[in-house]
């Protein structure tokens, strides 16, 4: 594999594993400055980082799960380190996608170079962004994945996601790579569009909710319908868990 420039002085991998592959799930992994945004996953193909450190956006396992054996000091978040220190059993899907991960060391920072964690929680508590001020530029782990994602996991937070994509916004980067994306393309309008696409669902399942539809209902006038990721996760990774998100809010 091999490293290729993507602009702005910024490199990127794109990971996946042969059960990702069939799946049709990968990541990227970003290489700025001699540092690494994110490690990749445990069951990718081993990688030459040639990086001074890896920096993790989250401590999910397709973010962290490489760091283990690239031999570099790793950086997160306190609530990152604690939960990569000690990983919970994860559920078959994700073994067989990813792969599961290894206990892991990681030094607590707020900024390590030109890049600052800024807290981005959403799916995941500990999610943050990496941050280079001077160049206007944000790696931005999960918190895009599209316009309209449409999916939902265990510990999604609608209220804090749109938190968070304001706080990003209010930053007006220049540019914008996300992790299963890849750059986005003009950011202020994608995460602006992403914001406004997740108020209007959030309306119309409220509406839904105060007409007396179950979220089996709503997700059938939302979507149309179950993801096929919700059958693969057993229900982990769904549609239906988003609509609950979105009826539940107030």
């Known amino acids: 594999?091999?490293?290729?420039?993507?602009?702005?002085?910024?490199?990127?991998?794109?990971?996946?594993?042969?059960?990702?592959?069939?799946?049709?799930?990968?990541?990227?992994?970003?290489?700025?400055?001699?540092?690494?945004?994110?490690?990749?996953?445990?069951?990718?193909?081993?990688?030459?980082?040639?990086?001074?450190?890896?920096?993790?956006?989250?401590?999910?396992?397709?973010?962290?799960?490489?760091?283990?054996?690239?031999?570099?000091?790793?950086?997160?978040?306190?609530?990152t380190a604690a939960l990569v220190a000690a990983p919970k059993?994860?559920?078959?899907?994700?073994?067989?996608?990813?792969?599961?991960?290894?206990?892991?060391?990681?030094?607590?920072?707020?900024?390590?170079?030109?890049?600052?964690?800024?807290?981005?929680?959403?799916?995941?508590?500990?999610?943050?962004?990496?941050y280079d001020p001077e160049a206007g530029l944000l790696f931005g782990g999960d918190l895009f994945l599209g316009v309209k994602a449409s999916l939902a996991t265990p510990g999604f937070d609608l209220p804090a996601l749109l938190e968070s994509l304001?706080?990003?916004?209010?930053?007006?980067?220049?540019?914008?790579?996300?992790?299963?994306?890849?750059?986005?393309?003009?950011?202020?309008?994608a995460l602006q569009a992403k914001r406004d696409f997740l108020e209007a669902k959030r309306e119309e399942a409220q509406r839904l909710r105060a007409q007396g539809l179950t979220p089996e209902e709503a997700l059938k006038r939302l979507f149309g319908g179950e993801s096929p990721p919700a059958y693969l996760s057993g229900g982990e990774m769904s549609r239906l868990a988003f609509v609950k998100a979105l009826m539940m809010e107030e």
């Open 1 to 79: 594999m091999v490293w290729g420039p993507i602009g702005d002085g910024v490199e990127a991998l794109y990971l996946t594993t042969p059960v990702g592959r069939w799946v049709g799930y990968g990541v990227y992994v970003y290489r700025y400055r001699g540092l690494l945004v994110d490690t990749g996953p445990p069951k990718a193909r081993p990688f030459a980082p040639e990086a001074e450190a890896a920096l993790l956006t989250h401590a999910r396992e397709d973010h962290a799960g490489g760091a283990f054996r690239l031999g570099l000091p790793v950086y997160g978040s306190a609530l």
């Open 89 to 130: 059993p994860l559920r078959l899907y994700r073994r067989l996608v990813w792969g599961s991960p290894r206990p892991l060391r990681v030094e607590v920072a707020e900024r390590v170079g030109p890049l600052y964690f800024l807290p981005t929680p959403d799916h995941a508590p500990d999610h943050a962004a990496l």
């Open 166 to 189: 304001q706080r990003v916004l209010a930053l007006r980067p220049r540019a914008f790579y996300c992790a299963h994306a890849g750059p986005v393309e003009a950011p202020l309008k």
